[in-house]
């Protein structure tokens, strides 16, 4: 298991920030492992919202479907990914701070198979990426 936690604050309201977090599809322009990212369900993002992610894992691609789990409008996000040999969990926290946000982000990473093996390998990169994906995020945001 991998697990990344990364906190913070973007000079945007909670509400706008929320929103376009749980806006999943747009996790291509922010995250740098995400090459494509597209909602398959219909409605607004909420609980039971799937998205169909690639996924760059060294030189490969891989497809991943992530599910909202848990939707608490501004205030928290759960995602839950799976791929071949990769589950994740992704929970977002949205703390207000006046007129701006604090992201409290942390991402769990459980890998299956001969994956697991690589893992003490992986982490490292796995949490620099982490960090460069909070950090764009913030970036989209503001910019």
């Known amino acids: 298991m991998i697990?990344?936690?990364?906190?913070?604050?973007?000079?945007?309201?909670?509400?706008?920030?929320?929103a376009y977090t749980a806006a999943f599809d747009n996790s291509a322009d922010w995250?740098?492992?995400?090459?494509?990212?597209?909602?398959?369900?219909?409605?607004?993002?909420?609980?039971?919202?799937?998205?169909?992610?690639e996924v760059r894992f060294g030189g490969a691609k891989l497809p991943m479907t992530y599910?909202?789990?848990?939707?608490?409008?501004?205030?928290?996000?759960?995602l839950k990914g799976r791929g071949p040999n990769v589950e994740a969990v992704d929970e977002v926290r949205f703390i207000e701070d006046g007129e701006?946000?604090?992201?409290?982000y942390t991402t769990t990473l459980n890998f299956d198979n001969w994956v697991g093996f690589v893992q003490p390998l992986a982490r490292p990169v796995i949490k620099r990426?982490?960090?460069?994906?909070?950090?764009?995020?913030?970036?989209s945001l503001e910019g």
């Open 31 to 53: 995250h740098p492992s995400i090459m494509t990212a597209k909602q398959v369900s219909d409605g607004p993002p909420g609980i039971g919202t799937t998205y169909e992610v």
């Open 3 to 18: 697990r990344l936690h990364e906190i913070r604050r973007v000079l945007k309201t909670q509400p706008e920030v929320f």
């Open 129 to 139: 990426v982490g960090a460069r994906a909070i950090d764009a995020l913030v970036a």
């Open 100 to 104: 701006n946000t604090v992201i409290d």
């Open 67 to 78: 599910e909202v789990a848990e939707f608490e409008p501004h205030y928290r996000l759960v």
